[in-house]
């Protein structure tokens, strides 16, 4: 015999166990008017026992908030895991946002149309009540179309000086010159330059600030490849730079799971890091020490950065600041024996 079908567990039921009335357990979970906050945690311990959730969809027509914030990423989703960023900084994000019972809703999609639609259709729905924005690209359609959806966002990156939203992000430009100056001093004069996807504002501005310190020196800057953030991306690039005719004895690397991957490419070339090319990353991951060589690396606290966006987006939803928001973290160098080697001639 089949197992039965269990009955579905009702308002009814909870505002029976908790002996208040439905409308005292609907405001409990929409804040629509202040109670005892015994009779909330009265009415929400009922609410676990019985394994009862307000429909999301009911209240969205009320107009209660969703207590939801969303993500949408224009990426491959297979990205996710590869890229360091994203479980670092959603690891910091959720600790603020689930502890002021909020949750995150997280949609790749694969092109700009998509991306619009989505935006469109969770603000219609009710289904979030701000987003997260980041990715930052020219010319970006996000902000126009958050301005006129009306909903609160937090930028996670540099926005552009028009765009009136909240934003937290890293400040890396001066930490990388020093680095690359580094480099020039103990006599490296080809540096090379592996760079993420070019589509990117942050991919772009890593590249920019290597080409202004060589620039600066005189020196070229024709040693570039894309890697596009990627290991496969990067050992392709890398295996481009090392066998050119003229072959670079440093290589700065936009992040660091495409450093490690140019380290692989120049073992199995015969090189040794550290010695023949030098290198160094970006992002800090917690790999990096125990690479062969150590990987030297521009180190971010993604996790910090997660919470302090969760935090200012929560300040966001309270009620919107008259001047927007900018948090910004210092990055650093943590220097490693794959940053070591003196320039050849």
């Known amino acids: 015999m089949p197992p039965a079908k269990r009955r579905r567990v009702t308002i009814s039921d909870v505002a029976a166990l908790a002996g208040v009335s439905k409308g005292a357990v609907s405001r409990s979970f929409n804040g629509a008017e202040r109670l005892p906050a015994s009779t909330v945690k009265r009415i929400h311990d009922a609410a676990d026992q ?32 590869l890229d360091p960023f994203f479980p670092l900084f959603l690891a910091g994000l959720e600790r603020v ?47 126009a179309m958050l301005d006129d959806l009306g909903s609160a966002a937090v930028v996670i990156g540099e926005p552009p000086a028009d765009v009136h939203r909240p934003s937290v992000f890293h400040t890396s430009d001066e930490c990388i010159e020093e680095v690359l100056e580094g480099w020039i001093t103990r006599g490296h004069t080809r540096i090379a330059h592996v760079m993420g996807d070019p589509n990117l504002q942050h991919a772009r501005r890593r590249r920019d600030v290597w080409a202004r310190v060589l620039e600066r020196h005189g020196l070229s800057t024709d040693a570039l490849a894309v890697g596009g953030f990627t290991e496969p991306g990067s050992a392709e690039a890398t295996r481009e730079l090392l066998t050119a005719a003229e072959r670079p004895t440093a290589i700065f690397y936009a992040n660091d799971i495409m450093a490690a991957a140019g380290m692989r490419v120049m073992s199995e070339l015969g090189l040794q890091t550290g010695s023949d090319v030098a290198v160094f990353g970006f992002d800090g991951i917690p790999l990096g020490p125990y690479l062969s060589p150590p990987l030297a690396t521009i180190a971010c606290d993604y996790i910090e950065l997660g919470s302090i966006a969760g935090q200012v987006l929560l300040e966001e939803l309270a009620g919107r600041p008259a001047d927007p928001v900018r948090r910004t973290l210092p990055a650093r160098f943590v220097e490693r024996a794959s940053y070591g080697a003196d320039g050849a001639s």
């Open 50 to 81: 019985l394994g009862w959730r307000p429909n999301a969809a009911a209240r969205a027509i009320k107009g209660a908030p969703a207590h939801t914030i969303g993500f949408v990423l224009q990426r491959d989703p297979d990205l996710l895991g």
């Open 97 to 143: 946002l689930s502890q002021n019972a909020y949750s995150i809703t997280i949609r790749f999609v694969s092109d700009a149309t998509e991306e619009a639609r989505c935006y469109k259709d969770w603000v219609a729905e009710g289904r979030v009540d701000a987003f997260i924005v980041s990715d930052l690209r020219d010319d970006d359609p996000r902000f």
